[in-house]
């Protein structure tokens, strides 16, 4: 997969920007606040149709401006395509593919991108739904499908909870929720399995890159707890369990006004050779962990693709020391990954060229 060119217009702090990538490493180099994130942050919105900054399409819009646009065009197995956003502050926004308005939905597998942040780096050490989030963000875009029954999910948890709280204040009989539950159990159990069924694969390739960047001295192992089964193996009969744990818990849902068992509790647990990473990984190994599980996701992506992903690398150089720059450089280079990396020192590279430099000053952008 490569991105060939991208334009923007009325986009961030950019009026107007034509720019073409090179197929393999694109470094963004420039002071901060000067717009290198808002091109990084352009690729990967055309990958699930959200920014990793902002929850408002609005924002995206360049300050006075009543609309803006993002346009790519890329290349997928062999396949040229064009994908156009057209924002609106007054209207909702239109995604188009080839010409042809499509459903977020349909947008989410059509350009898949990694994208690595500073913020990444407290993924280990964050709450468990950025842990979710990383995985479901990973899985959809391998599997479109899965996308779909995420959303599913959510709409019924929203509703479940609404009619917890109707129940609480006596508007409404706890009967209802039986309809509620089985709807609940189906999705939680094909959403549960996906994230197994992946975990069980990243556990491997996670491995892997751990092993590669500690010099073979640490062994990373993933696990996906599911919350609320401490102790027991319930991946047998997933059913089964959802089902006596939902009516449990009936009356506790009901006092708090909201779902206590499901998969949007779930998290993923990280461990360095059989420690818990989060509550005792140093901040070396936490670094690394996160960084084997941005290399590993990679590779899941392209296990289940048939081609690697676009690599977006925003201001993480700066954050990882000269050992695992250069591991990661050298991993890039070796696989052909269409790379972005936005930084704001040269130094952070190797002495040779890599690739195509850029130059960013106050919403303009040079080739180097």
């Avoid at 913020?119 to 990973?138: C, H, V």
């Avoid at 709409?155 to 609480?168: A, E, F």
């Avoid at 000269?322 to 952070?348: C, K, V």
């Amino acid at each position: 997969m490569d991105i060939c060119s991208i334009s923007l217009r009325n986009y961030r702090n950019y009026s107007e920007l034509d720019l073409t990538f090179d197929r393999n490493i694109n470094v963004f180099l420039g002071q901060n606040a000067q717009g290198k994130t808002n091109i990084i942050e352009a690729v990967s919105y055309a990958s699930l149709g959200r920014s990793h900054r902002t929850h408002t399409d609005q924002d995206l819009i360049r300050w006075e401006q009543p609309g803006g646009t993002i346009k790519l065009e890329f290349e997928r197995l062999g396949v040229e395509n064009r994908l156009e956003f057209q924002f609106s502050r007054e209207k909702r926004r239109r995604i188009l593919l080839n010409g042809h308005p499509i459903r977020p939905k349909e947008l989410v597998g059509s350009i898949n991108s990694v994208l690595f942040s500073p913020e990444d780096l407290f993924l280990i050490k964050g709450a468990p739904a950025g842990r979710r989030r990383f995985l479901d963000g990973e899985i959809s875009q391998a599997s479109p499908s899965y996308y779909h029954e995420l959303q599913q999910y959510t709409r019924i948890v929203t509703q479940r909870n609404t009619l917890l709280k109707r129940i609480r204040e006596r508007r409404a009989d706890p009967g209802m929720l039986d309809l509620w539950d089985a709807q609940l159990l189906e999705h939680a159990v094909k959403i549960t399995q996906k994230r197994l069924e992946a975990v069980k694969k990243l556990n491997m390739l996670a491995n892997l890159m751990q092993r590669r960047l500690s010099g073979s001295r640490e062994n990373l192992s993933l696990a996906y707890e599911i919350h609320g089964s401490e102790g027991q193996d319930v991946t047998k009969d997933l059913a089964s369990w959802y089902n006596k744990e939902l009516k449990t818990h009936r009356e506790l849902d009901i006092l708090r006004g909201a779902t206590g068992r499901g998969p949007h509790h779930d998290d993923l647990i990280l461990s360095v050779n059989g420690v818990n990473l989060r509550s005792f990984g140093s901040q070396g190994q936490q670094r690394t962990g996160v960084l084997s599980l941005k290399l590993s996701e990679l590779e899941f992506l392209r296990s289940e693709t048939g081609e690697y992903p676009i690599l977006l690398l925003d201001d993480v150089m700066s954050e990882l020391d000269a050992d695992r720059r250069r591991q990661l450089m050298e991993f890039i280079r070796r696989e052909h990954i269409q790379t972005m990396i936005t930084a704001t020192d040269a130094a952070y590279f190797p002495s040779e060229r890599i690739g195509t430099y850029f130059l960013v000053r106050e919403g303009r952008i040079e080739r180097e």
